[in-house]
């Protein structure tokens, strides 16, 4: 009998705008789907719809969209004060969907992203472990994750939760202000790496004469914090020009994705000829690039995987994230002086290019097969 049926070993569920691959799928699962194909596990995966993005529905997924409007119909009628709190509410309302659908979705582990329906699924199984997989970067006052103090929410602490991470800087700030988080036998945050590493440095022995400055500016802003931002561009242009010149060197500005061209910057190529436009990926843009500019950036990481440093221009934000979280291996000198340094390749140049891979591998592994498996076959027992 189909309730009765035997569960699979693994779930995958996500939010429809995750499906940015080229292929219209979910690039962060995409690895563990193969992984799970290649040692004969049963898995499902499952899209939950979003009505508020353009990203198409995925043909290799199980559309979640009836059961979905169950779950927020079940969330408006259930009053909470039956409730200690919302998460216990999630987890009863997972096993009244169980038993509606004869435990068409019973699985021994469950891997959710940004924490999507992560109470509801550990209502689909008692006996199941649910992990949360990283994609994007974390810090310990992430919204996500921790509260003001940088402690677990509230949400998040159900004994059967993990935590899947992408290297072991990202563990430690898990365990920064949880230290209950270390006392468990059974791993709470395990690293299972990154698919998209690549250990092949750029060659630093090659002459680039690119220096790649990753903007900022996105339609989320509004007008006046756009005007804010292009000024402040424009300011670091003609602070800097005078050095870019005299070395010989071409500045490409690189727009962040979700830029949609809400503010007009065509007036800085005509001002700043040394400055050009890129549309390149950032893997193809390594090939050519001496030095990475930005604010807060996480292509930070990206470039320093590449064995490419990145000079963080002064603010608030990319100061508390990647000097002060992240302990980023600042040169504090002066853009110009780096620019002359750098330029010149010596071999403080060539030490700097390994110190910064070395730092980017400790949050950005290779992914790691052998503890993905693992973690699926544990959630067996």
């Given at each position: 009998?189909?309730?009765?049926?035997k569960?699979?070993d693994?779930?995958?569920?996500?939010?429809q705008?995750?499906n940015?691959?080229?292929?219209?799928t979910?690039?962060?699962?995409d690895?563990?789907?193969?992984m799970?194909?290649?040692?004969?596990?049963?898995?499902?995966?499952?899209e939950e719809?979003?009505?508020?993005?353009s990203?198409?529905r995925?043909k290799?997924?199980?559309?979640?969209?009836?059961w979905?409007y169950i779950?927020?119909?079940?969330?408006?009628?259930?009053?909470?004060f039956?409730f200690t709190?919302?998460?216990?509410r999630?987890?009863f309302?997972?096993?009244?969907?169980?038993?509606?659908?004869?435990?068409?979705?019973?699985?021994n582990?469950?891997?959710?992203i940004?924490?999507?329906?992560?109470?509801?699924?550990?209502?689909?199984?008692?006996?199941?472990?649910?992990?949360?997989?990283?994609?994007?970067?974390?810090?310990?006052w992430?919204?996500g994750?921790?509260?003001?103090?940088?402690?677990?929410?509230?949400?998040?602490?159900?004994?059967?939760i993990?935590?899947?991470?992408?290297g072991?800087?990202?563990?430690?700030?898990?365990?920064?202000?949880n230290?209950?988080?270390?006392?468990?036998?059974?791993a709470?945050?395990?690293?299972t790496?990154n698919?998209?590493?690549?250990?092949?440095?750029?060659?630093?022995?090659i002459?680039?004469n690119?220096?790649?400055y990753t903007?900022?500016?996105?339609?989320d802003?509004?007008?006046?914090?756009l005007?804010?931002?292009?000024?402040?561009?424009?300011?670091?242009l003609?602070k800097?020009?005078?050095?870019f010149?005299?070395?010989?060197?071409?500045l490409?500005?690189k727009?962040?994705?979700?830029?949609n061209?809400?503010?007009?910057?065509s007036?800085?190529?005509k001002?700043?000829p040394?400055?050009k436009?890129?549309?390149d990926?950032?893997?193809?843009?390594?090939?050519n690039?001496?030095?990475?500019?930005?604010?807060s950036?996480?292509?930070?990481?990206?470039?320093?995987?590449a064995g490419?440093?990145?000079?963080?221009?002064?603010?608030a934000?990319?100061?508390k994230?990647?000097?002060?979280?992240f302990?980023?291996?600042n040169?504090?000198?002066?853009?110009?002086?780096?620019?002359l340094?750098?330029?010149?390749?010596?071999q403080?140049?060539?030490?700097?290019?390994?110190?910064?891979?070395?730092?980017?591998l400790?949050?950005?592994?290779?992914?790691?097969?052998?503890?993905?498996i693992?973690?699926?076959h544990h959630?067996?027992?």
């Open positions: 009998m189909l309730f009765f049926k569960p699979y693994v779930v995958f569920y996500y939010p705008h995750f940015r691959s080229e292929k219209g979910n690039p962060f699962f690895p563990f789907i193969k799970c194909e290649k040692h004969h596990l049963k898995y499902l995966v499952i719809p979003d009505r508020n993005t990203v198409t995925s290799k997924a199980f559309q979640f969209d009836f979905f779950i927020i119909l079940l969330r408006k009628m259930l009053p909470l039956l709190a919302m998460e216990q999630d987890e309302i997972g096993k009244i969907v169980s038993v509606i659908s004869m435990n068409f979705f019973k699985a582990c469950y891997i959710t940004s924490n999507s329906m992560i109470n509801v699924l550990l209502g689909l199984n008692a006996n199941s472990k649910v992990y949360d997989l990283q994609h994007g970067i974390i810090y310990s992430h919204w994750y921790f509260n003001q103090k940088g402690e677990l929410n509230n949400n998040l602490r159900n004994n059967r993990r935590f899947l991470v992408n072991n800087g990202f563990k430690e700030i898990f365990y920064k202000n230290p209950f988080l270390k006392l468990n036998e059974d709470k945050v395990v690293v790496g698919s998209e590493v690549i250990l092949n440095s750029s060659d630093s022995s002459v680039k690119n220096v790649l903007l900022q500016l996105t339609a802003l509004n007008e006046n914090e005007l804010e931002e292009k000024n402040k561009l424009k300011s670091f003609v800097t020009q005078n050095s010149v005299s070395n010989g060197l071409q490409l500005l727009s962040h994705p979700r830029f061209n809400a503010i007009d910057l007036d800085i190529l001002s700043y040394f400055v436009f890129t549309n990926t950032i893997e193809k843009l390594t090939e690039t001496m030095l990475h500019i930005t604010q950036s996480t292509s930070i990481f990206e470039f320093a995987l490419i440093p990145t000079y963080i221009i002064p603010n934000i990319g100061n994230i990647f000097l002060e979280e302990n980023y291996p040169e504090n000198l002066e853009l110009e002086d780096i620019i340094i750098y330029n010149t390749k010596n403080k140049y060539f030490e700097f290019c390994l110190r910064v891979k070395k730092w980017a400790n949050y950005y592994e290779p992914l790691n097969e052998i503890a993905i693992d973690l699926i959630g067996k027992n």
